[in-house]
């Protein structure tokens, strides 16, 4: 074992620190600590002249441990390690401090104290440099090629981008035909134009021009070479980690050869299956044969064989010109190995039978939106032409029904967005096809907020559409005219309604798609409260998760319009990408380790590690280990904090670093307030700190603060070894509980900290010696309103004795 | 012999001793034992609550005492106590809290609800305890060519989340123990609306207006007389209408009957037992049409 | 920014007078869609009451208007309103609340005087007259048992009820 030769640089930033720290005093204490063999003071070490005398010291075998004060340790100490790591040291045996925004300038105005804390500081860094150990870089080969689950708007866009950059890509969609929604609704707000509509510039195999929209059928997207279409396909199991998963596909048989297939249609002529067209709102019948119309790819006919007789008819196989047809084909497993799975499996309409005064699924001219869309379509089932389901008569009357089943906390109490828009489209068409029909939307709010929103809602009034503010209490039904009366107070008016209507069209909530919750079961993901797939930060990072190489796009997050969706998709897509560019996957071993001998296979790590990346493996017949993938270990220390037995440790993180810290920071007071040592997670927790000392705020120097990846990292009696230490009080201050970066440390911290207080009571030690706060990088104000409130708490609960003395 | 402890209330042994008279004799009848228990008081229905809803639910929690010493469960005619009693038991026992504060009033008569018996409308007992099908047998009189409206009233219904009768927008327990009986239920528009009852005495005029409503509705429908639960909605329509002549000028001889006199006069019991010359409007036409 | 808040606050203070009380505590959730006015049966009779308006005046904390007025007395307790609200604002119960309040401020319509005097004296809201009383047995029906007048009296002791119907009576 190599002996440990510290090197110890003091930044003093143009001489403003020597203004107030006493940089010979700080020389002189660091000169003296054990294994220091070089002390150097400069204005800075992160780069120019400074960096070259660190990495001079290295090169030269003076020092194998390096320690930097230098300011804004965040962004220096970047290029430090950078630097170190060239020259052929490891770059985690470098430890960086900041005397400015954590000693300096939050105690200026008590200078000798902010010395004596340097001190400390400088000790602390000390010790755990040398304790630190080489970590190495890992690399994880990852596949150059993509899964995309739902072939909707979204998912096509997704996988046409990535096929683009040159990745295999597989389109997995479980109807028969793409287009998800899309191919229903018609036509998408504020153009009022093709709702199938993609962009896709390069794929274009027939043109060179930068035409901006291709319709999907022509769009090229089926030729591109390394995109893989599966229709009728659904997915049933993943296995492997990110970069090489194994996904099982399952493909149902569509009972007609894609290769011959012409698409003559003449199958469906003597089909003798009847049934009600779905896809169509009921308002016709279709073939147990069928294609869509209008169709979007493939352009392949395919059998319901819940209605097929099969071969107890054959009619189509037998008129069939090309035998195409294959009534025998079976449901088929295919395995994929993909580096990336997006999924975008969008949404679909709440059922309103539950809100059972409108009679939805009882009164047949009781639709919603997505069934109007097909009946406005002239390809649709009424070939353009509104009518009452019930009677087939004109349709002269209608109504609209705004949040049904939206904002409604019986049912889903968010917003579902798109709704209004979507209502005002189909008004919008309605007079504008025909011009006499008499429209009534009622509404609790208009919400129009996007981009050309406001003027589309403008246009419509215009129009000579009708608003009610009012929510409609009950849809009755004249019993002689069989026509609909809607019940709704005109808020403005002040006056109550009884609407009469031919046809009533509801504007139900957007929901998660059939499937969610198995899919987010297969793929480990989670689901946020509504039941849609839960984006990693709303603010920053929609289209990830928390997990590696899968990604979400479209409405599978939340309900959304088409400009909207394509956003997001091209965002998933460029996310999904990066990650698979380089072919590999690099790591540091900055992860959890087991030491096995000490592990009691109780089972707590694996069920507590947010990422899924501790699992239990058998060493002997009946006793299982746990063992920590480094691939998918992303260094919290949740499981160490978790661990009973201490089997478990954090590799730059490890409790022998910890207490070597608490000790140096706890060995030197020079101040007569009681010292408080602060535990800080990496994340929020420290950058406060740091803000709180870059704006300048003063809190007293007897506060010492150390950092840890996550609080989650720590055990109930690390606290109690802080005050062995000598703390008089302790601060842990952690991301908010619901906003933890880690998902669940904070909350995990927040429990032990309540059962360490117990603890504390039954040795005599008052509790309130020992608090968590919560708080962000822009709270540092709050920071050191804590550091104020603690000294002063601890002030007047006076000195802690110890039993036994320490 | 299933046994009940009946819970009357006020307005039925004060106003409606036809309803009591039919209820017994009908549920006897059926193999119901009815047992009047002492000590019972107002179950304090809306009225009450308006002045103070913990003591409304206080005095609600003491009747139940009373039947859960007895090792009884309750049933009711009356669906407002039906309401305040069913109410009362469910929220007691949902909520730990509610529950310390009301027996911690209780306790100045030494009483304290454990939460322990069931409250029922004497509908459950028919549908659950007697059944449609003993139910048909015992019928012995010709209801089909009688066409009723029925009113269960409100508070037979709602609110839906403490009572758990019935669906409160397409409820059908009354009308299909209305159709066991022979009769045909028909629709008439507004079915399930209030009848305006709570507010006579302080808003006569408003309650006339609404009751006037339903008397319209069930005419346009062809309806031969209206079948209600709740002696307050039977008081409205029925007196109601004699005050509809009055004010309104308008006469429309609906006949009010209680479900439980349609019931004992379905089951064969003579019409002489059941004190009908206490309704306002005559019954006359619905006696003939059942012979 | 201090002062501000003084000015506003005798108005903050009346929804949480409500909601703070048994029944009143879903008040805040109202986004005025008026479901529970259109379900209403008392709203379209008359415009005297709606209920949405109520909710409206006591949020905005117009607590004279809302208490003294007649608007509360109206609801005819149907739960209409309250079944059909999308934010589960459990309106009738609101209004319950916001008579107890009136009441514990003296407001009490004669009519609620009078349930409340029936059942300090009898254990009845609607007193039995003799006269039926003594036709029972000619009914067919069973004496009526005794009622628990002393337990209520007890109950409505501890609830200080006895006291509320005196401040009416004090009052001009």
Same mark, same amino acid.
């Given at each position: 074992m190599d002996e440990i030769k510290v090197g110890v640089f003091l930044s003093d930033c143009g001489n403003q620190l020597s203004e107030i720290l006493d940089f010979d005093a700080l020389t002189n204490h660091v000169k003296n600590i054990s294994s220091v063999v070089l002390v150097e003071r400069n204005s800075e070490f992160w780069r120019g002249k400074g960096l070259r005398t660190i990495l001079d010291a290295v090169k030269g075998g003076k020092i194998n441990r390096v320690v930097v004060a230098e300011s804004l340790p965040k962004l220096s100490e970047v290029n430090i390690v950078q630097a170190v790591e060239e020259i052929g040291l490891n770059p985690y045996l470098v430890e960086v401090i900041d005397l400015k925004d954590h000693c300096a300038w939050p105690h200026r105005d008590t200078p000798s104290e902010a010395t004596e804390k340097a001190k400390a500081m400088l000790l602390a860094a000390i010790e755990r440099a040398k304790l630190l150990e080489p970590i190495e870089k890992l690399e994880f080969p990852t596949l150059k090629s993509a899964l995309v689950i739902g072939g909707g708007i979204a998912g096509m866009q997704t996988a046409v981008d990535l096929a683009d950059l040159g990745f295999e890509v597989n389109l997995v969609e479980k109807? *028969?035909?793409?287009g998800g929604l899309a191919t229903r609704a018609g036509r998408f707000f504020p153009t009022d134009d093709c709702a199938i509509c993609i962009q896709s510039p390069a794929s274009d195999v027939k043109t060179i021009t930068h035409t901006s929209r291709k319709c999907v059928y022509r769009s090229g997207l089926s030729q591109i070479p390394n995109l893989n279409i599966l229709t009728n396909s659904k997915v049933v199991g993943v296995e492997g980690v990110p970069g090489n998963y194994k996904v099982t596909i399952e493909k149902k048989p569509r009972y007609v050869n894609e290769l011959k297939c012409v698409a003559c249609d003449l199958c469906t002529t003597v089909c003798p299956v009847e049934v009600p067209d779905k896809y169509n709102a009921n308002l016709k019948t279709r073939k147990a044969i069928y294609m869509r119309v209008p169709n979007v790819h493939p352009p392949v006919y395919v059998i319901d064989e819940s209605a097929c007789n099969f071969h107890d008819c054959a009619k189509c196989v037998e008129i069939c010109p090309t035998d195409? #047809?294959?009534?025998d084909q079976k449901s088929e497993r295919v395995t994929l190995n993909v580096g990336s799975i997006t999924v975008a499996t969008g949404f679909q309409e709440f059922d309103?039978?539950? #809100?059972?005064?409108?009679?939805y699924n009882d009164y047949p001219d009781v639709i919603t939106n997505l069934e109007f869309a097909r009946m406005i379509d002239g390809f649709g089932p009424t070939g353009g032409a509104i009518i009452r389901p019930s009677d087939r008569k004109p349709a002269k009357k209608i109504v609209m029904i705004q949040c049904v089943g939206s904002r409604d906390r019986r049912y889903n109490p968010y917003c579902s967005s798109i709704c209004c828009m979507i209502s005002l489209k189909h008004a919008s068409l309605i007079k504008t096809a025909y011009p006499e029909t008499d429209v009534t939307i009622c509404y609790i709010d208009i919400r129009t907020t996007g981009r050309e929103h406001e003027y589309y809602y403008e246009r419509a009034r215009e129009m000579g559409i009708k608003f009610v503010k009012g929510r409609p209490s009950e849809i009755s039904r004249d *019993?002689?005219?069989?026509r609909l009366i809607v019940d709704v107070e005109d808020e403005l008016l002040k006056r109550f309604l009884e609407l009469k209507a031919d046809l009533v069209v509801l504007a139900p909530a957007m929901v998660p798609a059939e499937g969610t919750k198995e899919l987010a079961e297969i793929l480990g993901l989670e689901l946020d409260e509504d039941g849609f797939f839960k984006e990693y930060n709303a603010k920053l990072r929609p289209t990830e998760t928390k997990l590696r190489g899968i990604y979400l796009c479209g409405g599978a997050t939340f309900p959304k319009d088409a400009p909207t969706t394509s956003l997001h998709a091209h965002s998933a897509a460029l996310k999904a990408a990066k990650f698979l560019i380089t072919g590999k996957i690099v790591k540091d071993q900055r992860t959890a380790v087991v030491n096995e001998e000490y592990c009691g296979d109780c089972e707590f790590c694996p069920v507590t590690c947010p990422y899924g990346a501790i699992s239990l493996v058998s060493t002997t017949e009946d006793h299982f280990v746990a063992r920590v993938s480094d691939l998918l270990c992303e260094g919290c220390g949740i499981c160490v904090g978790t661990c009973p037995l201490n089997a478990i440790e954090l590799r730059h993180s490890r409790p022998s670093q910890m207490l070597a810290q608490m000790k140096a920071l706890m060995s030197v007071n020079g101040t007569s307030k009681p010292l408080v040592l602060t535990i800080c997670c990496s994340e929020c927790g420290h950058t406060a700190v740091d803000s709180s000392g870059m704006a300048m705020m003063q809190y007293p120097a007897n506060v010492r603060v150390m950092k840890v990846p996550c609080t989650g990292i720590l055990q109930v009696h690390q606290f109690l070894e802080a005050f062995k230490a000598g703390a008089q009080g302790v601060m842990v201050v952690g991301c908010k509980s619901d906003g933890c970066h880690y998902e669940a440390g904070s909350q995990k911290a927040e429990k032990k900290v309540e059962l360490a207080k117990m603890l504390l009571k039954e040795y005599g030690i008052e509790p309130e010696r020992l608090e968590m706060f919560s708080m962000i990088y822009i709270e540092g104000d709050k920071f050191a309103e804590a550091a104020r409130t603690m000294t002063d708490r601890l002030k007047k609960l006076g000195q802690l004795q110890l039993m036994g003395g320490s | 012999m299933t046994s009940y402890a009946l819970f009357l209330g006020c307005t039925i042994p004060a106003r409606q001793p036809s309803y009591e008279a039919s209820a017994r004799r009908a549920l006897t009848k059926l193999g119901i034992e009815l047992v009047d228990l002492a000590n019972m008081t107002c179950c304090a229905p809306p009225p009450v609550q308006s002045l103070d809803l913990e003591t409304g639910l206080s005095i609600a929690a003491y009747n139940i005492c009373l039947a859960e010493e007895a090792d009884l469960n309750i049933v009711t005619l009356c669906t407002g106590c039906f309401e305040s009693l069913a109410m009362a038991n469910t929220m007691l026992k949902e909520n730990e809290k509610l529950k310390a504060r009301v027996n911690q009033i209780l306790s100045s008569t030494g009483k304290e609800f454990k939460g322990s018996k069931e409250v029922k409308h004497y509908l459950q007992v028919l549908l659950n305890d007697v059944g449609p099908n003993r139910l048909k047998e015992n019928v012995s009189k010709n209801l089909s060519s009688l066409k009723v409206a029925s009113f269960s009233g409100c508070h037979l219904l709602r609110p839906s989340a403490l009572?758990?009768?019935?669906?409160?927008e397409k409820p059908h327990i009354f009308d299909d123990l209305i159709e066991t009986l022979g009769a045909k239920s028909i629709w008439y528009r507004h079915k399930l609306k209030c009848c305006g009852g709570l507010l006579r005495g302080y808003a006569d005029d408003v309650a006339l207006a609404i009751a006037r409503e339903k008397i319209a509705n069930t005419t346009k429908a062809g309806a031969d007389c209206i079948v209600t639960l709740c002696p307050f909605c039977f008081l409205t329509l029925d007196l109601g209408q004699v005050l509809m002549k009055s004010?309104?000028?308008?006469?429309?001889n609906m006949p009010i009957l209680h479900y439980s006199e349609l019931l004992s006069l379905a089951l064969g019991i003579d019409p002489e037992e059941l004190a009908l010359q206490f309704h306002k409007i005559k019954v006359y036409s619905v006696l003939n049409k059942i012979g | 920014m201090k002062q501000e808040k003084e000015e506003t606050t005798t108005n903050l203070a009346f929804s949480d007078v409500i909601t703070s009380r048994l029944g009143g505590e879903t008040i805040t959730l109202c986004y005025q869609c008026g479901t529970c006015a259109s379900s209403c049966p008392v709203a379209r009779i008359t415009p005297r009451f709606n209920p949405r308006e109520i909710i409206k005046l006591s949020l905005l904390g117009e607590k004279d208007e809302v208490l003294s007025g007649d608007a509360i007395w109206l609801c005819c307790s149907c739960y209409n309103c309250q079944e059909r609200c999308p934010q589960k604002v459990e309106i009738a119960d609101v209004i319950y609340a916001l008579r107890n309040i009136a009441v514990k401020e003296g407001n009490i319509p004669n009519i609620y005087s009078e349930f409340a005097d029936g059942l300090t004296n009898e254990g009845r809201i609607v007193p039995i007259s003799k006269f039926l009383e003594k036709k029972r047995p000619d009914l067919g029906l069973p004496p009526l048992k005794p009622v628990g007048v002393d337990a209520l009296r007890k109950i409505l002791s501890v609830t200080k009820f006895d006291k509320i119907k005196q401040e009416k009576k004090e009052a001009p």
């Open positions: 109807a *028969p035909f793409l195409a #047809i294959e009534l309103s039978t539950v #809100i059972k005064e409108y009679h *019993p002689d005219t069989g | 009572l758990k009768f019935d669906d409160p004010t309104f000028h308008e006469e429309y | -």
